[in-house]
């Protein structure tokens, strides 16, 4: 669960723990696989991951539910509804427990997607792709510009930018 984020369809592969897996049937069931999306089903609910890599050697926990999607759907699509408002207060709706909040694996299984066509919904993931790529070269300039506002206060006079600065 640690992998998975709020906002995000990205795992996050920063921390990763190692375990050794049980020779059962349930160690093989929770191998993950390319285009599987993983959702977080207990405690912080809702969270969502989709593994992009085909070599990734990795499994789910029993906090992790993994939805292995038909080939004809776009799971990039279904990834992004379940992050979405739409998609994030249908499982929080379906949340239940006083003191150990959660979902089923069968709340998963009936979930309602809203699917459009396969091109609208390859097109609704490109114009997503292109925003946070948008949204990322806004945060890379950001930085920059942070860095040489830094280099112009430790060296005023012996930078370019800080004599540039100065006329």
């Keep these: 669960m640690g992998n998975l984020d709020h906002g995000t369809i990205e795992l996050d592969l920063t921390d990763i723990q190692y375990v050794r897996l049980p020779e059962s049937v349930e160690g093989k069931r929770s191998k993950v696989e390319k285009k599987d999306v993983l959702i977080s089903i207990a405690a912080d609910v809702g969270m969502v991951g989709l593994v992009r890599n085909e070599n990734m050697d990795a ?36 949340q239940r ?12 299984r009936n979930l309602t997607i809203k699917l459009p066509s396969l ?18 070269n806004a945060k890379d300039l950001c930085d920059l510009i942070d860095q040489i506002e830094v280099i112009k206060k430790k060296h005023p006079r012996q930078s370019l930018l800080g004599r540039a600065g100065d006329k």
């Design 97 to 108: 427990g006083a003191t150990k909040i959660g979902l089923t694996l069968g709340d998963i």
């Design 119 to 136: 091109p609208v919904q390859q097109e609704i993931v490109r114009i997503l792709d292109d925003l946070f790529a948008k949204e990322q």
């Design 59 to 94: 499994y789910i926990n029993q906090h992790v539910a993994l939805a292995r999607p038909v080939k004809t759907l776009n799971v990039e699509f279904i990834a992004w509804f379940l992050v979405s408002d739409l998609g994030l207060r249908q499982l929080q709706t379906l």
